[in-house]
């Protein structure tokens, strides 16, 4: 039985407005701290509760008393920007992907008010 099947068993996964959270997988990243990435499906839905009661899950399981363990949470929209900017051929780090989409967004925020201003809506 993997780890995220056993998370299931003792507490039901977190849902919020009919959606509810699906743990696609985990994968530990680093050692020191033990880090784990989280894949799932939508990351407003991961608690920090629920991130609480994993983290102390995985301390009684292998023994990680005093040692903290950190995660990291991804979903779908993340891997869909990763996958977009790896077939661009470039190299965009995280913050330069979340600096281009805010960019747009206020861009396309500004023409809306040009656009209600000129038409008097």
């Given amino acids: 039985m993997c780890i ?3 998370f299931k068993k003792v ?12 743990i696609r997988f985990i994968s530990q990243v680093k050692i020191r701290p033990p880090t784990f990435t989280l894949f799932v499906n939508d990351r407003n839905l991961v608690q920090k509760n629920y ?6 899950s995985l301390m009684q399981e292998f023994g990680f ?9 991804r979903d779908a929209k993340y ?3 990763k996958r977009q900017s790896e077939r661009m051929g470039k190299e965009m780090t995280r913050k330069r992907m979340f600096l281009k989409q805010r960019r747009q ?14 038409h008097n809506f």
């Fill in 65 to 73: 008393g005093g040692i903290p363990i950190r995660f990291l949470v």
């Fill in 105 to 118: 967004e206020s861009y396309a925020r500004r023409r809306i008010e040009i656009l209600n201003r000129t």
């Fill in 11 to 22: 507490q039901p996964l977190p849902s919020q407005d009919g959606q509810q959270l699906r």
């Fill in 51 to 56: 991130l609480t009661f994993m983290r102390r």
């Fill in 79 to 81: 891997q869909t920007k």
């Fill in 4 to 6: 995220r099947d056993r």
